[in-house]
């Protein structure tokens, strides 16, 4: 038989059992709580929505931010990249300075011989490699188109006549190269374009002798001047191309396509340079006169 001191023990021990339970805060309802005041109940799905909505727009804003520097960084290199460029073709002048190294009394030479035709032969006749003289005829042509305008009162609505006699000079000057380096392309006519260039632009010499003379010694009451002045200077520059681009030919058919390109192109812009303006120049003339 046991002892009754032993199941005094017990049961106070189960008392102290169940007094525990009661502490870890069981509730009737069967909740659960915690008796160190933390909270462990799980956070809200709409908060926890919005968290990773922030997330995604931040990593989206960051993205784009890390995109739009990128593309300004790329932007910022080609630029420098081209302006290194411009500066470097700026400073290699002396790749253009062959072209215009050449003595004045050179040019006054070549000036001349622009209006000596030499009969073509067997071998190609040498043509001077050089801008220096073409870039200065240009210039006087627009010298002696500018005076043409202010005398004969033209007037220019969107510009200045500065800009309109360079654009006329300059643009012929480029245009009819291309036109004869296209045909001698065609016409498998031995020369470059340095060449047509500079043989196009000494040509032009003849458009300034002839403009000039048609402008200071022209007579209202008929053209014969400005015919003859034409048909001698403006034709023997024409020819003087022609016998060059017809040594440097091969075939009869591309020489005459070639003879034929070259003259209508000299000689009517030569005639359209003198008639554009002609009329207001004799119509002022003429009011001059009766006055």
């Not at 709409?46 to 997330?55: A, F, H, L």
């Not at 609505?157 to 480029?174: N, P, V």
Request: proline share 3%; hydrophobic share 45%; net charge negative.
């Amino acid at each position: 038989m046991a002892a009754p001191g032993w199941y005094d023990n017990n049961h106070e021990a189960e008392g102290s059992a169940v007094i525990d339970l009661s502490d870890g805060d069981v509730n009737l309802d069967g909740s659960t709580g915690s008796s160190t005041g933390v909270d462990d109940t799980l956070p809200d799905r709409s908060t926890m929505g919005e968290r990773v909505g922030d997330e995604e727009e931040g990593f989206q804003d960051s993205l784009m931010d890390a995109v739009k520097s990128q593309v300004a960084d790329q932007v910022w290199q080609t630029g420098k990249q081209q302006a290194k460029k411009a500066f470097d073709l700026y400073a290699n002048i002396d790749i253009l300075r062959p072209y215009f190294d050449v003595e004045p009394k050179v040019v006054v030479s070549r000036l001349l011989f622009s209006f000596i035709p030499r009969k073509p032969s067997g071998s190609p006749q040498k043509v001077p490699a050089e801008l220096y003289g073409p870039v200065m005829i240009v210039f006087t042509l627009v010298a002696i188109l500018l005076m043409g305008m202010k005398d004969s009162g033209h007037t220019v609505r969107e510009g200045t006549l500065m800009g309109s006699a360079m654009g006329i000079s300059f643009g012929y000057w480029i245009i009819a190269s291309a036109i004869f380096f296209t045909v001698a392309y065609i016409t498998n006519t031995y020369i470059t374009v340095i060449q047509v260039l500079s043989l196009t632009g000494y040509s032009m010499f003849s458009f300034c002798m002839v403009l000039f003379y048609g402008t200071v010694m022209h007579s209202i009451q008929s053209h014969a001047f400005f015919y003859s002045v034409w048909s001698i200077l403006g034709s023997l520059s024409a020819l003087k191309m022609v016998c060059v681009y017809i040594s440097r030919t091969t075939g009869k058919s591309q020489r005459l396509l070639m003879i034929g390109t070259i003259i209508a192109v000299h000689m009517l812009f030569l005639l359209y340079l003198h008639f554009a303006y002609h009329r207001i120049v004799e119509a002022v003339q003429h009011h001059t006169d009766n006055q």
